[in-house]
């Protein structure tokens, strides 16, 4: 689905950013532009600053592990950042995409200069996908305890966890220890009873 206002902002986008973009996508009435973390800090600005584009609201920012994404083998970089940007001025909504350069270490440069309602976002993604924000001045878990181990949203990580806590009576205390739950996979049985989903008169 596409309108105007939408092609409009396309050939803005693609002219302001004539070959630094890795990606731009309109589908179903949104647009996506993918971009190097390394031209990040850049490319922000100017969706902030350009007065035909106006981003001055950052309304959300999520972390993404793209492992078995689709429940399908994924080639390409694992990490990804995904902020969604508001010009309240010209009425106009964007997504804006960065991929992790390292897997095993994933940092991307933090846009908490740009639009300083990040912050709690990127302490989130840090937490939930261990994904650093080089620049951030307070990244620390947000969600989870601090003695937590591990990022809980990345797709290897056990459904169980690696430790638990609990109070022991004799110490007096909250203890961790290692989790005592044996793991096992439940697959679900689903019952219907017969004729189910077909139509009755």
């Not at 396309?10 to 302001?16: F, T």
């Not at 630094?20 to 490319?43: P, Y």
């Not at 920012?61 to 994404?69: E, H, K, Q, S, T």
């Not at 964007?94 to 270490?105: G, I, Q, T």
Request: include cysteine; charged fraction near 25%; charge should be negative.
């Amino acid at each position: 689905m596409s309108s105007p206002s939408l092609d409009a902002l396309k050939s803005r986008l693609e002219l302001i950013f004539e070959g630094r973009l890795r990606g731009l996508l309109l589908e179903r009435g949104e647009i996506t532009i993918t971009v190097a973390a390394t031209e990040l800090l850049s490319i922000a600005a100017s969706l902030r600053d350009d007065p035909e584009l106006g981003f001055d609201t950052l309304i959300d920012l999520c972390g993404v592990d793209y492992m078995n994404f689709a429940n399908l083998p994924h080639e390409g970089l694992r990490f990804a950042v995904v902020s969604h940007l508001l010009s309240v001025r010209n009425n106009h909504r964007l997504r804006l995409k960065v991929f992790a350069a390292d897997d095993d270490f994933p940092l991307v440069p933090t846009l908490t200069a740009i639009w300083p309602a990040a912050s709690w976002y990127e302490r989130e993604a840090f937490d939930l996908y261990g994904i650093v924000f080089e620049g951030h001045n307070d990244l620390r878990r947000i969600l989870t305890d601090y003695g937590f181990v591990g990022h809980p949203f990345r797709k290897d990580f056990p459904v169980s966890g690696y430790v638990e806590m609990r109070y022991d009576p004799e110490q007096q205390r909250v203890i961790y220890q290692p989790v005592s739950i044996e793991p096992r996979e439940n697959v679900p049985r689903v019952v219907r009873e017969d004729g189910y989903g077909v139509a009755r008169s």
